[in-house]
């Protein structure tokens, strides 16, 4: 079956450009389509090679083809379509939202949420019917505990698809419990923190009552060349850096290999030393098993302490 132009295949579709439903049932049976729901497929050669959040999204599209009723796709199911990061997210439902004060449902594949919603929050990405950015997070916010709250909240400032503001006012609107909880979340939430890995680490030092760091820090030279841009900076004079096999994937460039980026990246490291700077990684392992990880940065912010601060140069000489 021609799956080249969508991967998501409906009956509907099929049966007009010829299919049988004995075809159908042929290409389940020898396992090279797979059922997203009743009268959705997918090519499961398609689908093993996909996230986890860009299955979800054909989820949605199926269930949407499916709707008798207009549904606004909303809160995890809407950061997956705006392609917002998300730490362990829970994709088992597809979430939706119906302008009504009562009436939510939940089935086993979808969360049908009943809140007051505005047109304003409402927006359309690649034909999907899906809430804003603004409200996405104003909703996963309420809901999230507050780690994974922060890491969507993050993606989407850092993205520059919501706002602080922009945030605040939805939660206004869309009314309900939580907004104390979510505005809690909200004022930690930070646009220069890069990946779920850099904002995981900002709550872990925050949890730990460790200094609060300065993000993106730049490191020059005496002629205000870029030396680096330091992932955390803390004014003592201590880098820390998240370490993650993604953050060394997007660096590769054609023609190289994983192991040019480590060396680059060892070079640097060196060039920030030069000017100053400890340098501690932390990496995923790290932030699940902490306390290691915490002592060691300790040790570096008070052995900094004693000696003369890093070398800065702010802007060009």
Same mark, same amino acid.
């Given at each position: 079956?021609?799956?080249? @132009?969508?991967?998501?295949?409906?009956?509907?579709?099929?049966?007009? @450009?010829?299919?049988?439903?004995?075809?159908?049932?042929?290409?389940?049976?020898?396992?090279?389509?797979?059922?997203?729901? +009743?009268?959705?497929?997918?090519?499961?050669?398609?689908?093993?090679?996909?996230?986890?959040?860009?299955?979800?999204?054909? @989820?949605? +599209?199926? #269930?949407?083809?499916a709707a008798n009723s207009t549904l606004v796709v909303s809160h995890q199911s809407a950061a997956a379509v705006h392609g917002f990061e998300m730490w362990a997210p829970d994709l088992s439902k597809v979430h939706?939202?119906?302008?009504? @004060?009562? $009436?939510?449902?939940?089935?086993?594949?979808? #969360?049908? #949420?009943?809140?007051? *919603?505005?047109? +304003?929050? *409402?927006?359309?990405?690649?034909?999907?019917?899906?809430?804003?950015?603004?409200?996405?997070?104003?909703?996963?916010?309420?809901? /999230?505990?507050?780690?994974?709250?922060?890491?969507?909240?993050?993606?989407?400032?850092?993205? %520059?698809?919501?706002?602080?503001?922009?945030?605040?006012?939805?939660?206004?609107?869309?009314?309900?419990?939580?907004?104390?909880?979510?505005?809690?979340? /909200?004022?930690?939430?930070?646009?220069?923190?890069?990946?779920?890995?850099?904002?995981?680490?900002?709550?872990?030092?925050?949890?730990?009552?460790?200094?609060?760091?300065?993000?993106?820090?730049?490191?020059?030279?005496?002629?205000?060349? /870029?030396?680096?841009?330091?992932?955390? $900076?803390?004014?003592?004079?201590?880098?820390?850096?998240?370490?993650?096999?993604?953050?060394?994937?997007?660096?590769?460039?054609? %023609?190289?290999?994983?192991?040019? *980026?480590?060396?680059?990246?060892?070079?640097?490291?060196? %060039?920030?030393?030069?000017?100053?700077?400890?340098? /501690?990684?932390?990496?995923?392992s790290d932030l699940d098993r902490p306390n290691t990880f915490l002592a060691h940065l300790q040790d570096a912010i008070d052995l900094a302490a004693t000696v003369p601060g890093p070398r800065i140069f702010d802007r060009p000489a």
């Amino acid at each position: 079956m021609d799956t080249e @132009n969508d991967p998501l295949l409906l009956r509907r579709d099929l049966v007009r @450009n010829g299919r049988s439903d004995s075809d159908i049932r042929s290409a389940k049976a020898a396992g090279s389509i797979a059922s997203l729901r +009743r009268g959705a497929f997918v090519s499961t050669r398609t689908l093993k090679d996909m996230r986890p959040e860009d299955r979800h999204v054909l @989820n949605v +599209r199926a #269930h949407l083809a499916a709707a008798n009723s207009t549904l606004v796709v909303s809160h995890q199911s809407a950061a997956a379509v705006h392609g917002f990061e998300m730490w362990a997210p829970d994709l088992s439902k597809v979430h939706f939202t119906v302008d009504r @004060n009562s $009436g939510g449902r939940t089935t086993k594949t979808r #969360h049908v #949420h009943a809140n007051p *919603i505005a047109d +304003r929050d *409402i927006t359309e990405v690649d034909g999907i019917p899906v809430t804003t950015a603004d409200r996405t997070i104003a909703d996963l916010l309420r809901v /999230l505990p507050f780690e994974a709250g922060v890491c969507v909240g993050d993606s989407a400032l850092h993205a %520059g698809s919501a706002t602080v503001t922009g945030i605040d006012e939805a939660l206004v609107r869309s009314g309900g419990r939580g907004i104390v909880t979510a505005r809690r979340s /909200l004022e930690f939430c930070d646009a220069k923190s890069e990946s779920v890995g850099e904002t995981r680490t900002r709550v872990l030092l925050h949890r730990a009552g460790m200094p609060v760091p300065r993000l993106q820090v730049e490191v020059r030279d005496e002629r205000g060349r /870029l030396i680096a841009r330091l992932d955390f $900076g803390f004014d003592v004079g201590v880098a820390l850096e998240f370490d993650g096999d993604v953050k060394y994937k997007k660096l590769v460039k054609p %023609g190289q290999e994983s192991s040019d *980026i480590v060396i680059a990246e060892k070079k640097r490291e060196d %060039g920030v030393r030069r000017f100053g700077w400890f340098v /501690l990684r932390v990496t995923w392992s790290d932030l699940d098993r902490p306390n290691t990880f915490l002592a060691h940065l300790q040790d570096a912010i008070d052995l900094a302490a004693t000696v003369p601060g890093p070398r800065i140069f702010d802007r060009p000489a």
